[in-house]
């Protein structure tokens, strides 16, 4: 007998990267435009994702240049890259 399995929506780091940053301009930002990671996790894991999908694509959104990451690891930060991907003209 075959076990079903669901498919999780953010198993592509990419897909799962332009989803974080999707989140992460909805969130409201502290202090010098950091956003608290604890404010991207959750609707994350809401919209389907799990905790390796999240980091997956955390580092994936560093590697793009699309966030920082603060050495904590408790806030991310928009590059201007990633600031551009919401920019409209």
């Known amino acids: 007998m ?7 929506p953010f198993a592509d780091p990419d897909v ?4 974080i940053v999707e989140i ?3 969130v409201e930002a502290v202090q010098d435009g950091r956003i608290y990671t604890e404010r991207v996790n959750a609707p994350f894991l809401a919209a389907g994702g799990n905790g390796e ?3 997956a694509g955390i580092e ?3 590697a793009l240049g699309w966030l920082w990451l603060h050495e904590s690891g408790t806030y ?3 590059t201007d890259s990633g600031a551009a991907l919401f920019a409209w003209n």
């Open 2 to 8: 075959k076990k079903f399995v669901a498919d999780h």
């Open 16 to 19: 799962a990267a332009r989803k």
């Open 24 to 26: 992460a301009n909805g």
């Open 53 to 55: 999908d999240l980091s």
């Open 60 to 62: 994936r959104a560093i």
């Open 76 to 78: 991310v930060k928009f």
